[in-house]
T-cell receptor
Framework: GAVVSQHPSRVICKSGTSVKIECRSLDFQATTMFWYRQFPKKSLMLMATSNEGSKATYEQGVEKDKFLINHASLTLSTLTVTSAHPEDSSFYIC?????????FGPGTRLTVL | GENVEQHPSTLSVQEGDSAVIKCTYSDSASNYFPWYKQELGKRPQLIIDIRSNVGEKKDQRIAVTLNKTAKHFSLHITETQPEDSAVYFCAASISGNQFYFGTGTSLTVIP
């Protein structure tokens, strides 16, 4: 069964609003989780590494103030897209690793009108 | 950081034929190379992986080869079936810390 869940699976919002996406590790306490963004028919782009109890590590080119990541517990990481705009519309996927293997959440489809 | 390139971007094969997808990576420290299959709107699913201490791995119709010296690895699917149609991604990682994905290959198996 799934070991990583995401909520919501789909969200539509107005431009200028903020959207929070939750990622939960269901079977394992994860000190580290990852957030990806995927455009239609494109690859997964690593946005940031979420670290429990400390600041997230962002990849080059990813705006920290735009994509707020909070990893307050060992099973939950959240991604907040602040002041969302149409160009933020995308498929956001979280994951966590155990050893070398990576387990993905089901993804969240964000559409900003 | 790591840069992973993947070719081809699209691939069409007749059912029963083989499909080969190739990836190159830039960081010699990468030591784990998984392959994922992703169907539209769904999460990527791991189909096979290889570690840097191994040159080849096979699982039924799927095989992966790794050339550490040349920094490239390939996915081989034999006896393709229509249900193999999907987007395939390669990835490179250093011991499971940050995964960097290739650009994806859309595979279509024609019945």
């Amino acid at each position: 069964g799934a070991v990583v869940s995401q909520h919501p699976s789909r969200v539509i919002c107005k431009s200028g609003t903020s959207v929070k996406i939750e990622c939960r590790s269901l079977d394992f306490q994860a000190t580290t989780m990852f957030w990806y963004r995927q455009f239609p028919k494109k690859s997964l782009m690593l946005m940031a590494t979420s670290n429990e109890g400390s600041k997230a590590t962002y990849e080059q080119g990813v705006e920290k103030d735009k994509f707020l990541i909070n990893h307050a517990s060992l099973t939950l990481s959240t991604l907040t897209v602040t002041s969302a705009h149409p160009e933020d519309s995308s498929f956001y996927i979280c994951s966590r690793s155990r050893g070398n293997e990576q387990f993905f959440g089901p993804g969240t489809r964000l559409t900003v009108l | 950081g790591e840069n992973v390139e993947q070719h081809p971007s699209t691939l069409s094969v007749q059912e029963g034929d083989s499909a080969v997808i190739k990836c190159t990576y830039s960081d010699s420290a990468s030591n784990y190379f998984p392959w994922y299959k992703q169907e539209l709107g769904k999460r990527p699913q791991l189909i096979i992986d290889i570690r840097s201490n191994v040159g080849e791995k096979k699982d039924q119709r799927i095989a992966v080869t790794l050339n550490k010296t040349a920094k490239h690895f390939s996915l081989h699917i034999t006896e393709t079936q229509p249900e193999d149609s999907a987007v395939y991604f390669c990835a490179a990682s250093i011991s499971g810390n940050q995964f960097y994905f290739g650009t994806g290959t859309s595979l279509t198996v024609i019945p």
